[in-house]
T-cell receptor
Framework: KQEVTQIPAALSVPEGENLVLNCSFT??????LQWFRQDPGKGLTSLLL?????REQTSGRLNASLDKSSGRSTLYIAASQPGDSATYLC???????????FGPGTRLSVLP | DGGITQSPKYLFRKEGQNVTLSCEQN?????MYWYRQDPGQGLRLIYY???????QKGDIAEGYSVSREKKESFPLTVTSAQKNPTAFYLC?????????????FGPGTRLLVL
């Protein structure tokens, strides 16, 4: 059964710092991986989706990489801002499944 | 505006009562999902539907029921058999077979027990 973990569980950084969030999954046979942002009491907003054939995706200050063989993905946030404060979740869908499996999330606080 | 709507935003359930959460999408997506989120935990799948008139149980389906009579609608009923229903419920849809197959989420419904 696919399991997804995220490290760290929480992270607090000063504004302007570059940071990396980690996502690990146990079954490397994934179809795609998606990173989401969740603000308190809100739904999830899609940030980046990486297809299994891709190595990375970029959107603005965000860059997500995927290493299927090692079961890892990283989300890189450049020049962090207080508005980046939120919980970041990763989710994978396996080749044989139809559903996303979510990690528990990393709660990020960017201090002004 | 294309997207997913959920209602109500807050819902209160009395002991022994069934309540229904609404989820509507105008994205023309085939697949729809219901997740439950508890504090400090990731999302857990309750039910999903790949096509109209068909749906499958997820990891925590006990005490819940769904229907999929229309492509755009996927209501979730929390039955009296669900003994711990207090949680944040999220509905999502996905364009299976589309270019990106990104999953889109609604704003959520918070269910509280009186």
């Amino acid at each position: 059964k696919q399991e997804v973990t995220q490290i760290p569980a929480a992270l607090s950084v000063p504004e302007g710092e570059n940071l990396v969030l980690n996502c690990s999954f146990t079954d490397s046979a994934i179809y795609n991986l998606q990173w989401f942002r969740q603000d308190p009491g809100k739904g999830l907003t899609s940030l980046l989706l990486i297809q299994s054939s891709q190595r990375e995706q970029t959107s603005g200050r965000l860059n997500a990489s995927l290493d299927k063989s090692s079961g890892r993905s990283t989300l890189y946030i450049a020049a962090s801002q207080p508005g980046d404060s939120a919980t970041y979740l990763c989710a994978v869908i396996t080749d044989y499944g139809q559903n996303f499996v979510f990690g528990p999330g990393t709660r990020l606080s960017v201090l002004p | 505006d294309g997207g997913i709507t959920q209602s109500p935003k807050y819902l209160f359930r009395k002991e022994g009562q069934n309540v229904t959460l609404s989820c509507e999408q105008n994205l023309n997506h085939d697949a729809m999902y219901w997740y439950r989120q508890d504090p400090g935990q990731g999302l857990r799948l309750i039910y999903y539907s790949q096509i109209v008139n068909d749906f499958q149980k997820g990891d925590i389906a006990e005490g819940y029921s769904v229907s999929r009579e229309k492509k755009e609608s996927f209501p979730l009923t929390v039955t009296s058999a669900q003994k711990n229903p207090t949680a944040f419920y999220l509905c999502a849809s996905r364009d299976v077979g589309g270019v990106q197959e990104t999953q889109y989420f609604g704003p959520g419904t918070r269910l509280l027990v009186l």
